[in-house]
């Protein structure tokens, strides 16, 4: 599984950047905990608690913030 791409963090626009950090968060959480089952228990449990989404987008927008940084905010 490859955590962070072989071509770099560069991407041509926010929107794609911002879908490489929800493909990064998720890839980060598959490694962290690689059992299926184990991983739709985890899903349905935050699926019902906004913390547990809250907590998920804050993980999204760290891993933005990181690739908007690569890419020079896109300027």
Not at 13 to 21: F, K
Not at 29 to 51: C, F, G, K, M, W
């Amino acid at each position: 599984m490859e955590l962070v791409p072989s071509n770099s963090l560069k991407c041509t626009s926010p929107e794609d950047g911002r879908r490489l950090a929800i493909s990064l968060a998720l890839q980060t959480s598959l490694a962290i905990q690689p059992d299926e089952h184990v991983q739709a228990i985890i899903r349905d449990a935050y699926t019902n608690n906004p913390d547990g989404l809250i907590a998920a987008s804050q993980v999204v927008a760290i891993e933005f913030a990181t690739i908007a940084a690569a890419n020079n905010y896109w300027r």
